[in-house]
């Protein structure tokens, strides 16, 4: 069975400052998606990675997997207030189903 | 493109009474799932479809029931509502074909009570 564990589960940033948002999976996948949920609203995709080594960047996020340790990593650089959120990883297990941790909340105060 | 939608927003049930949701979405979606929400539970599966006229369960399927007519359809049901269905839905699609297979596109949510 797979299971998909994120860590922290809470995080209170500086603003500036850097930080990174783990994902472990227990069983192999290849393909692993990012979303971030705003307060009362819903998944946005972020990132979509699909091969170990992949390495994806949108302005202060970068995404990367490395499919043989079976880890995900979220990274912020100079955290800005904009970025609260609430951000989710998923793994995809089988028939199109993806297996979603339970989300990192993200606060950044000034 | 409106993308995903889910109606009703918001509904207020009693114990025992019974409703559909109803998502459609317009990008010729293959795949479609329910979700759940609930706070630090993360998204639970309930239901998916792999196309129309199938349907497969989730994670959490009990005291759910879902149907797919149309390709671009998926009404999830709750047919003697709980109060331990309360809950926030999402409904989401998504296509196998690249450059982002299985990426999920979400609904905006349906925040359900029951009392």
């Known amino acids: 069975e797979l299971k998909v564990e994120q860590n922290p589960l809470f995080l209170s940033m500086q603003e500036g400052k850097n930080y990174t948002i783990y994902c472990n999976y227990s069983?192999?996948?290849?393909?692993l998606y990012w979303y971030r949920q705003d307060p009362g609203k819903s998944l946005e995709s972020l990132f979509v990675?699909?091969?170990?080594?992949a390495v994806k960047q949108e302005g202060r996020l970068m995404a990367s997997l490395d499919t043989k340790a079976r880890l995900s990593t979220l990274h912020i650089t100079a955290a800005v207030h904009d970025l609260s959120a609430t951000y989710f990883c998923a793994v995809y297990q089988s028939q199109g189903n993806l297996i979603f941790g339970k989300g990192t909340k993200l606060s950044v105060k000034p | 493109n409106a993308g995903v939608t889910q109606t009703p927003k918001f509904r207020v049930l009693k114990t025992g009474q019974s409703m559909t949701l109803l998502c459609a979405q317009d990008m010729n979606h293959e795949y479609m799932y329910w979700y759940r929400q609930d706070p630090g539970m993360g998204l639970r599966l309930i239901h998916y479809s792999v196309g129309e006229g199938t349907t497969a369960k989730g994670e959490v399927p009990d005291g759910y029931n879902v149907s797919r007519l149309k390709k671009q359809n998926f009404l999830l049901g709750l047919e003697s509502a709980a109060p331990s269905q309360t809950s926030v839905y999402f409904c989401?699609?998504?296509?196998?074909?690249?450059?982002?297979?299985?990426?999920?596109?979400f609904g905006p949510g349906t925040r359900l009570t029951v009392t």
């Open positions: 989401a699609s998504s296509r196998p074909t690249f450059p982002f297979p299985y990426e999920q596109y």
């Open positions: 990675l699909l091969s170990n080594g």
């Open positions: 069983t192999t996948s290849d393909r």
